[in-house]
Every structure is written in C-alpha cells, then in structure tokens.
C-alpha cells in the first residue's frame, strides 16, 4: 500500500533537508527520501555538501592550515615545533567524524520534525488523483504519493571526455577527499573553486600541484583586483597555475597519469603526475528520477526547467539548488528549500539571487557579494569604489596575517552599495556584514558611520566603506 504525504522531498541534501524541515514546521505530513549511503551501505543523510562537499572540505582545508601553520608560521610567533610530522589516516578520520556528527544531526532534525524519511532511489511512477506516485527502491521498497514534490536531486561531477573517474588515479571531488598518502605530484584541471581549495589542501600536505585553467583569466568571475591579489598569493605559496591551456590526451596507468596539454603560447607539454582531480565544474543529476514518467521537463544542459519562483512544468512539483539554474552552492539550495515550502504553504517565500555571498576557502579567503566593477561597466551603471588593505589593519597585523583588501563598490549617485569584495583572513566571517547591508539596501555611508570592535578585521570593512567618500581613517 502506498503512503500517503502532504510534500514528498526526493534528495536530503542542502536543499531538500531543509526544504523537508520548513515545511514539517508549516504543518505538513513531510517525507524526505535520499539514496546516499556511507561507506557500511546505511544513510548518510547531507548530500553532496556533508558528504563530499563544503563539510569535509572546510575539514580538511582547516586541518591543512593547522599543519602549514606549525611548519612556517608558529616560529614567527616564537614556538618551536620540532619533528613535524603528518598523521595523514588521523587526519582523514577526523574529516570523516565531521561528516558522520552532521549526517548524525540531520537525522536528529528529521526525528524532532517528525519528517519520515526513506533511504532509497526515488523514481517517478506517475501522477494520480491524489498527487504523484513515487516508488523508492532501496532497503525496504515503499511506494509513498505527495501532493506536492519537491526535487533536490543536486549534481555530479562533470569529467573529462576520455578520462572518467576510476577514484584512483583519476579523481572527482569524492577521490579528492581520500587520497591515503599525499602524492608527490598532482594535477587538477580546472581553477575554480574545487580547484584552488582542493590544490590548497594538497599543497600544503606536501603535494607539488599544478593546475591547468582552459580559461587565460584567472578566476573571471570574481573582481579583477581581488582575483589579482588572489593570484599573486597563490603563486607566493608555490601553486602552479597554468591559464589558458588546452587539455589533450590523458593516459592513466600503475604508475600514474599522464596529462598532454598544449600552454597559452601553443607549446605542447606532458605533466607525469601521482594523481589527478579533475574539478571543470558539476552537471545537474536527474539520473533514475524517471522524469519522464510524468513529463518533468528537462533543459538543454539536463537541469529541471524552472521558474524564478521553483515551479516546475508540472503542478505541484517544484525543483531546487544544483539541479536547477543558478549558482550551485548549498545556501542557495536552502534559501530556495525554505521559500518553496513556505510558497506550498500560500506564503510569499523569497530568494534574493543578488545578495547571494561566494566564499573561497583558500588562504587567503576571497568572498563577495553583488556585482563586480566588470558587469557595472558592461550595465553602464556609474559608480564608485573605496578599497582597504589587511596590512594596515591592527588585527591582522597581530594574527599575523595581512595579505588582501577589502573593496566597496557603491552607486555613483545614490551611494547604495552594489558589490563588496574581499580577499584575505577571514573574509568568510566578513562578507556577512555586507549581505545584510545590501539586503537592506544600505549605502557605504551607513557602514563607514557604524562602531566597530576594535581590533577586528571588520575594521578594515568599514575602513573600505570610509574610502568611497575618500576619508579612510587608518591608510
Ligand atoms: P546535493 O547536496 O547534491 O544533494 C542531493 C541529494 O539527493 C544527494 O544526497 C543524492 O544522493 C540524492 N539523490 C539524488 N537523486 C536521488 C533520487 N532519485 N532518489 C533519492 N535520492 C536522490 N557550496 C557552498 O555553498 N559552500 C561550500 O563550501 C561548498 N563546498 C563544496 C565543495 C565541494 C568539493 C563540492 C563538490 C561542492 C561544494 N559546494 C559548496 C556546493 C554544494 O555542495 C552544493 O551546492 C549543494 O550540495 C547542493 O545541494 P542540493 O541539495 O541541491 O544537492
Ligand atoms: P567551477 O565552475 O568553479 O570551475 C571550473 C573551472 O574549470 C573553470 O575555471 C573552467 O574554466 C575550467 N574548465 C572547464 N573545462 C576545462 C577544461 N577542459 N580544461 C581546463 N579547464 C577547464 O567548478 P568546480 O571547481 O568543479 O566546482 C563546481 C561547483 O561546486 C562550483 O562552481 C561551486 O558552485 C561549487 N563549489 C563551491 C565551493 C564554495 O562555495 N566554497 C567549493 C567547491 C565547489
């Protein structure tokens, strides 16, 4: 017999477990279903974000740090480490409890909202009067029918054609994360943002890493003078980026892989590496959804056709985050989760897809918010900047961290701020601030005139907000 529920969410990543949270707390009969399982074949409730995604990256970013700290940066600060040495199994068993407490807590948030949840591969059967049937194939197989469906299938690494990931030799996002010795030598294709943290970790764990970029700009959709500041970092620290080259034949053997490539003045080179990750960006998954089924509508690149506000081409089914257009990161999956239950509920949910922040968790950090110089002057809109840098910031100076700036970009005219871009430490923390200054359409004048603790490197925000009038305080 199948069961019967008010909202059917199929995928319990970022997306649907907090879609699946919203609308059991606006009184609905929830049922949330996902596929994805640990390595014992139990549930592993998070999707790609807590399971090969933002969690354990940021783990393994952090604990990376903590290790480059201790062998360059602890002497400056006059501590002494001697014998340095890496657990490396101890270092990917602790990412691997990271991700196991926020598999556990989502099941902890599933049992408090009462969401009934279904480990298993959910499939379109077809719709019905009393909403649609969907089977789910799993440990225990169910036929459960929602009124309302919401899928939050989310996305799969996009490979190279002729190279697919083996895991081994050849690796996606998910092999990134547990490579068991550090190899000497590593490739990744693509400088995005798996790219440059993926790199980042490896890198610092020992690895020699080149990375090869198809595109000659570095990092084109983040401001130039961030992107700049960014890069001449990265060089610093020793990560090989390579712009503008074209990836040719890539063979895998015992040994490793070898990578043809042509460099931006057309040379042809080989690069014989331990390991490669490819990370060229991820593709919509809508694999065994059976959307044909019931006449999901799919576009060109195989991501489900929506509307601004979610709404499928179907009644009552809605799609959300990285299987849907838009920028595949888990906060807009959950902005769009909460607005789709609170719309199911007759509410007015809402996405500001202008005020959606981007965070690189390098080191240093970049992250922004809103429109960079480049789209202001393509839209023609007039405006003006103020920058900050880290180095003269008290904070940084004491964590001994100065790298970057802080950047504002505001309205010519009406001073409301249009982008904030920073690079540097903590930025992550940072950027915030200006999320709500934007949501609440404030201008650089509202930040430069607020009290800031002092010292913090929220100083040098408001510093960047002081220079658009030209009256930084400290610079
Ligand atoms: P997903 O998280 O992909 O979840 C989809 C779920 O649906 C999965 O569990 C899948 O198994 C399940 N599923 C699919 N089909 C079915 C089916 N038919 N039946 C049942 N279950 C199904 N974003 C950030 O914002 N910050 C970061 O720091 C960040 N870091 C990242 C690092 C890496 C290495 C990667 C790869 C991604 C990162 N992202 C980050 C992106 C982020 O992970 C995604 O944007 C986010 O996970 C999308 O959420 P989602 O709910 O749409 O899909
Ligand atoms: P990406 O889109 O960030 O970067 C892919 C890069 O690969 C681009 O620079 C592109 O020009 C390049 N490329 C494409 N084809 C190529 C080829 N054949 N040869 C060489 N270079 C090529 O994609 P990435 O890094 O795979 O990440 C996927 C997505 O996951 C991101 O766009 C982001 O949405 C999400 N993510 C978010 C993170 C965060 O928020 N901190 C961290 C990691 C991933």
Not at 69 to 80: L, N, P, S, T
Not at 443 to 469: G, M, N, Q, Y
Request: proline share 3%; with cysteine.
């Amino acid at each position: 017999m199948s069961k019967q529920f008010d909202v059917v969410v199929i995928g319990g990543g970022p997306g649907g477990y907090i879609a699946a949270i919203r609308a059991a707390q606006l009184g609905f009969n929830v049922a949330c279903v996902d596929e994805w399982k640990n390595s014992k074949g139990g549930p592993a409730l998070g999707g790609t974000c807590t399971n090969v995604g933002c969690i354990p990256s940021k783990a393994l970013l952090q604990s990376s740090e903590h290790f480059e700290h201790a062998g360059h940066a602890f002497e400056d600060h006059g501590i002494k480490v001697e014998n340095l040495s890496l657990d490396l199994a101890r270092m990917l068993a602790r990412k691997d409890a990271v991700v196991k407490q926020n598999n556990d807590g989502i099941v902890y948030l599933f049992k408090k909202n009462k969401i009934a949840f279904f480990h298993g591969r959910a499939s379109f059967v077809k719709s019905t009067d009393a909403g649609y049937e969907i089977a789910v194939a799993g440990s225990a197989d169910d036929t459960l029918v929602g009124k309302h469906v919401i899928v939050a299938t989310g996305s799969n690494a996009r490979p190279l054609p002729g190279a697919p990931f083996d895991e081994e030799n050849i690796l996606s996002n998910d092999g990134a994360l547990r490579i068991g010795g550090v190899p000497k030598k590593l490739c990744l294709i693509g400088s995005g943002v798996i790219g440059l943290e993926m790199g980042s970790v490896w890198r610092r764990l020992g690895a020699e890493v080149t990375v090869l970029e198809a595109l000659p700009t570095f990092l084109g959709a983040v401001d130039e003078q961030i992107a700049k500041e960014a890069k001449k970092a990265f060089d610093k620290q020793g990560l090989k980026i390579e712009l503008g080259v074209k990836v040719g034949e890539i063979k895998s053997s015992k040994k490793g892989v070898s990578i043809a490539w042509t460099d931006a003045k057309g040379e042809a080179k080989t690069l014989d590496v331990d390991k490669l990750i490819v990370s060229i960006g991820r593709v919509p998954n809508t694999v065994g959804l059976q959307a044909e089924a019931v006449g999901l509508k799919l576009d060109e690149r195989g991501a489900i056709e929506v509307d601004a506000d979610c709404k499928t081409n179907l009644p009552n089914v809605w799609a959300i985050g990285d299987v849907v257009r838009g920028p595949m990161l888990a906060h807009k999956a959950e902005e769009e989760g909460v607005a789709v239950a609170e719309r199911i509920a007759g509410q007015h949910g809402h996405v500001n897809f202008n005020t959606v922040p981007w965070v690189i968790y390098t080191s240093p950090e970049i992250a922004w918010v809103g429109q960079t110089e480049k789209q202001l002057k393509e839209s023609g809109r007039a405006y003006k900047t103020g920058s900050f840098p880290f180095l003269a910031n008290g904070r940084a100076r004491a964590l001994g961290d100065t790298t970057g700036l802080v950047k504002f970009i505001a309205d010519a005219e009406t001073d409301e701020i249009l982008g904030v871009h920073m690079v540097g430490p903590q930025v992550s923390e940072l950027i915030s601030e200006a999320v709500v200054a934007m949501e609440f359409k404030a201008s650089s004048e509202d930040i430069a005139r607020i009290c800031h603790a002092h010292p913090s490197l929220s100083e040098a925000t408001k510093e960047a907000a002081l220079a658009v009038e030209k009256r930084t305080l400290n610079f």
